[in-house]
């Protein structure tokens, strides 16, 4: 029978033979457990780098795309804003612009044959700078096709005043993004599609003008990617030949 009054070292004794278990509880980690944790840590690191590296690779990606379309809608939004101006203040009645070309008579041009419209490209007339006040004496024929600058294709802006200068063609898009294709299609002012594109009077009759533009962006980690871009541009003013019309905002010359 055990005394209820036991010292010390009885006490020490006594846990060391009968609850061994309860210090073997406050030992430390064998070489093994702490293998196990480092191995677990290292794959929790890895897969998170591989997920921040994907993320961040998703992210990179998108941006780039991003930028691409964004070159893309900036060429089409620059071309629309001239195309829009086609007609405007043009007026083949008017005196003071009878001596002007024949490509400067149509906002489509009509009686140049070197300047028809056609599915690839087109060509329009009117007072696309308009940097003063008065109507009619800043005409200019501008004109949009695809052209080649070093290994890729861009679209080309063609430039020449109705009076005086001469024509020049310089790059519009971003050289650095191919484009893979630039398309016009013609419609009159009831929606029906213009398809005679070598009769003038069927050319007059354009009042709206879709344009797409398909490119292969390539820069950045990405790769090549496609993109294509598609804008209706409704001229703003009348078929000159018909309404002999000018800005009522500007002064007519005399």
Known sequence: MRSPHRTA??????TDTERPGRFKAQAGMTLLEVLVSIAMM??????????VGAATRSKLIVNVRSADTATVRQTLEWMSERLRNAGLN???TD????AYPLRCRDRVVAQDASLLPTASQVYVSGEILNSDTLAGN????VGYFVGTVGSNQVVMEYRYPCVGGAPATTQLSDPRINVLGLTFQYFSANG???TNLTSAADIRRIQMIRVTLAVQGSEGTSGPHQVSVTRNVMFRNPE???NSWTNPTEVIPP
């Open 9 to 14: 070292a009885e006490f020490v004794a006594e």
């Open 42 to 51: 290292v794959l929790i690191v890895s897969s998170m780098s591989i997920l």
């Open 90 to 92: 043009v007026n083949p």
């Open 95 to 98: 005196p003071a612009q009878a």
């Open 138 to 141: 800043e005409l200019m024929t």
């Open 192 to 194: 029906n599609e213009v």
């Open 240 to 242: 000159p030949y018909a």
